[in-house]
């Protein structure tokens, strides 16, 4: 805006609108002098004479005339850009970058983030998934605010602290007779439909097939937790697969068969974010309702 001063403005205006400068300094609670002073320091930043005298009446010239026409469009942009400030103080607005794996995203952010609508309808949120690794290093290049990452995650600049517990599954197409607590060397025989490599979840569930003595040769790698139900489902292997993936309310009518694994297998969930991030009221608001999304953890971990 070429470094003008609202003030100054408002005082042409009120000089314009009551006909004298010592009218308008009766308005705006100043000195004659002060607002002959600030219309003089306008018309040198625009470079053109704005009042002209009619007799005893202050009246605007030519360019005081345009300037007076563009009043009520910056008197609106300024209401606008108050408001929406406002509206970011008051906790209400804002933008969030989140970044999390692709099953969190389906299964855990649609409540948490509906919640947070409702509590705060002026917040964008702008969802990234990707794997720990990636959410990792936009979280450390500031392309994302906050991430929902599994565990192992490390950064010397982060922030990261657990949140969820989510053992894994066995998940087997209708008809598949495992027993009432899966080992790896029950799924040695059988077709095994994986996450596709990369990622913390194949790379735990890949340990604990191997550590149970288990080859790990999957027939099928997917990227999508949805994918590899449908595949199973359709007959072409098992899979292990968090428990979030398989809600309790999820419809059992399709048959398919889901075990508890033995020894247990789980991955931890945790929050990353730059210990020197900026708090806003959206965010920090994201941020607490991240840390509550399970049970309290166990001590051991």
Known sequence: MRNL???????????????????????????????????????????????????????????????????????????????????????????????????????????????????????????????????????EADAVDIGLVTLPAAGRALEIEPVLDDPFLALAPPGTALPARVRAADLAALPLLLYEPGGNTRRLVDRWLAQGGAEVRPVMSLGSVEAIKAMVAAGLGVSVLPAMALPAHENRSDGLVIRPLSPPLGRRLAVAIRRDKRLPRGLRATLEALKTLGPPLSADG
């Open 5 to 139: 001063n609202l003030d100054h403005i408002e005082s042409f205006a009120a000089v314009i609108e009551l006909g004298s400068f010592s009218a308008a300094a009766e308005r705006l609670g100043l000195t004659q002098p002060a607002v002959s002073l600030q219309v003089r320091q306008l018309e040198r930043r625009l470079g053109a004479t704005l009042v002209e005298r009619a007799g005893r009446r202050a009246r605007p010239t030519p360019a005081g005339a345009e300037l007076l026409a563009h009043l009520p469009a910056l008197d609106a942009a300024v209401e606008t850009m108050a408001a929406a400030v406002a509206r970011h103080a008051g906790g209400t607005s804002g933008r969030v970058r989140l970044g999390t794996g692709a099953t969190a995203s389906i299964f855990l952010l649609p409540p948490v983030l509906g919640r947070l609508r409702r509590e705060h309808p002026g917040l964008e949120f702008i969802v990234t998934t990707g794997n720990t690794a990636d959410i990792v290093r936009a979280i």
